[in-house]
T-cell receptor
Framework: DARVTQTPRHKVTEMGQEVTMRCQPI?????VFWYRQTMMQGLELLAY????????DSGMPKDRFSAEMPDATLATLKIQPSEPRDSAVYFC??????????FGPGTRLTVT | AQKITQTQPGMFVQEKEAVTLDCTYD???????LFWYKQPSSGEMIFLIY??????QNATEGRYSLNFQKARKSANLVISASQLGDSAMYFC????????????FGQGTRLTINP
């Protein structure tokens, strides 16, 4: 049963610290997405990769967020420095084609 | 720009009844897809069903069916014979089939199934 995995599942950190979230997409999937979910904004796209190349990161605050895919089995989302307003659940999703996107379990980030 | 509207913030339904969750969308694209996801209290996002804009038949997956009315730009989710485990948030989402394949989500509907 192939699944998207994300680590860590929970992260509590202090303002100003660096946060790194990791995602392992489903083997063979060529698209990877990072979403953020908050009560106020709902689900919003942060970044999107196809075949490891970044295609859209317009939803991401560029000054503090960065997203990379060092290889086909790993996607990372970094926040440096973190701020309390970054507290949210961060989801990674992967897919093959336009008719599927499978989500990981999410990373719940709390910045104090 | 694409937009998804879910007009029902919350719904309460008796167990075993059928329930329809509303979703309307706005897009100028001809080729697109519509998804429904379930988010239980555990927080995971569970894929339920997908409908392509050119699919002639309404999509069905077990107790889930998608009532796709293209002219009205609606893609309602129908759950037959609801169960207590169906209580969750439900999100409708849209994707462009060409170009940037990113999902745009609605605000969600919280469904509560009463015993």
């Amino acid at each position: 049963d192939a699944r998207v995995t994300q680590t860590p599942r929970h992260k509590v950190t202090e303002m100003g610290q660096e946060v790194t979230m990791r995602c392992q997409p489903i083997l063979g999937h060529n698209t990877v997405f990072w979403y953020r979910q908050t009560m106020m904004q709902g689900l919003e796209l942060l970044a999107y990769f196809r075949n490891r190349a970044p295609l859209d990161d317009s939803g991401m605050p560029k000054d503090r967020f960065s997203a990379e895919m060092p290889d086909a089995t790993l996607a990372t989302l970094k926040i440096q420095p973190s701020e309390p307003r970054d507290s949210a659940v961060y989801f990674c999703a992967s897919g093959l084609g336009a008719s599927e996107q499978y989500f990981g379990p999410g990373t719940r980030l709390t910045v104090t | 720009a694409q937009k998804i509207t879910q007009t029902q913030p919350g719904m309460f339904v008796q167990e075993k009844e059928a329930v329809t969750l509303d979703c309307t969308y706005d897009t100028s694209d001809q080729s697109y897809g519509l998804f429904w996801y379930k988010q239980p209290s555990s927080g995971e996002m569970i894929f339920l069903i997908y409908q392509g804009s050119y699919d002639e038949q309404n999509a069905t997956e077990g107790r889930y069916s998608l009532n796709f009315q293209k002219a009205r730009k609606s893609a309602n989710l129908v759950i037959s014979a609801s169960q207590l485990g169906d209580s969750a948030m439900y999100f409708c989402a849209m994707i462009k089939r060409e170009g940037a394949q990113k999902l745009v989500f609605g605000q969600g509907t919280r469904l509560t199934i009463n015993p």
